[in-house]
């Protein structure tokens, strides 16, 4: 039987939110809209979110760290199971006449995409007589392990290295938590956590990392960075903050309450672009603390743990100043 992923169903929008028969800011093609109300979401105000920690929400494609098949620490990549065409049309039409989806009945054999025989629902996903159940949305969430030779997830594939056991993180630096750090983690620290990966061919890049001929794929840890003068939760200070503030030149906001109930807040919720200008996150100076002798790899590869490894100890202002070369 196969064991469930940690993490995670869709995060909720810290306030309740509607629809608007307007373009959407995030989705081309979309017709609507979801914006967020002044009214603070039930679920953020039961979890105590005013006391809870603010962290950036990052552009990028989420991961997770779990073993796979009983062996090592292993990257896995976000894949959602979807409908067909036929049910998700059928779904489309029902939710025309319905306000909650709740009453859609699903046949999870027929009604669904075909996934990879390793696929793995999240954690969180509800069951009905063994089968996983489907969001508001239609779909269910879920998990594929990364292979090395993998061309559909090449990107993920190169922010790890399986044989010596690490992923390439960008994180705080321990000893000054305003530098970030470019480290090679072990994925056995980084066990059951989710992470996002971003890079050159990530989301069009909005932090600009990398290039077309040298692409940079790096892992961030969800939570990892700290909003550190976070705004009340209260929609008209975070409107003023998402206007004002050097910090907020993020996509999102993400607030980890205290008993484990994540909610967020995306620009767009609010109306506002994203990307607008340079992202907070490339404001930041970086360090490059890795180095191949550690691990006992070949620095002469052309592998990415090996092109930061020749930085190793140097020191940027920015993290598109970092260049790898050819």
Known sequence: MRRLAAVQQKVPCVFLTEVKEEPSRKRHLQHFQVVATEKLNPRAEASHVHSSIATEKLDGTCCYVSSYQGKQPWLWARLDRKPNKQADKRFKKFLQSHTSCKD??????????????????????????????????????????????SKQYCWHASAVNYDAGVALVLRPNTDNGDVLEIAAVPLSELLEQTLELIGTNINANPYGLGSKKRPVHLLVPHGALQIRNPPPVNYSQLLRWFHDCEEAEVEGIVW???????VKLHRHHLGLNWPNGAPFLNTRPVVISLSLAVLDLDISSQDLFAAFSRLAGQSFDHIQDIQLGT
């Open 256 to 262: 980890h309450c205290l008993n484990g109930t994540l």
């Open 104 to 149: 859609f009945t699903w046949n999870i054999e027929e009604d669904f995409k075909s996934v990879p025989e390793c696929w793995i629902p999240a954690l969180g996903v509800q069951h009905q007589n063994g089968q996983p159940v489907p969001d508001d949305n239609g779909h269910i969430p879920g998990w594929v392990p990364v292979e090395k030779s």
